[in-house]
């Protein structure tokens, strides 16, 4: 089994993770904010990268900082 099986935004309605230009994404960090597998969604979006979409909690933009930050440190 693995994390994708357990993640929350599975039973939720995806075009919540991946809003058009300018929309909302509270209700997919709200979902993200309570998954158990917050973290490894996290790890997965960035090892791939992820270009589009909400992942882990965080927006294409703040993954591509978080991979900023850690390749400066």
């Keep these: 089994m693995s994390w994708e099986d357990s993640a929350l935004c599975a039973e939720t309605d995806p075009e919540e993770f ?4 300018g929309g909302t994404t509270r209700a997919a960090r709200t979902v993200c904010m309570a998954c ?12 791939r990268p992820e270009r589009f ?7 294409e933009k703040e993954r591509l900082a978080l991979r900023h930050h850690e390749e400066a440190a």
Excluded at 53 to 59: A, E, K, Q, Y
């Design 53 to 59: 979409g909400i992942w882990g909690g965080l927006s």
């Design 18 to 21: 991946f809003p058009e230009k």
């Design 36 to 47: 158990e597998v917050r973290d490894e969604c996290l790890d997965a979006a960035l090892a």
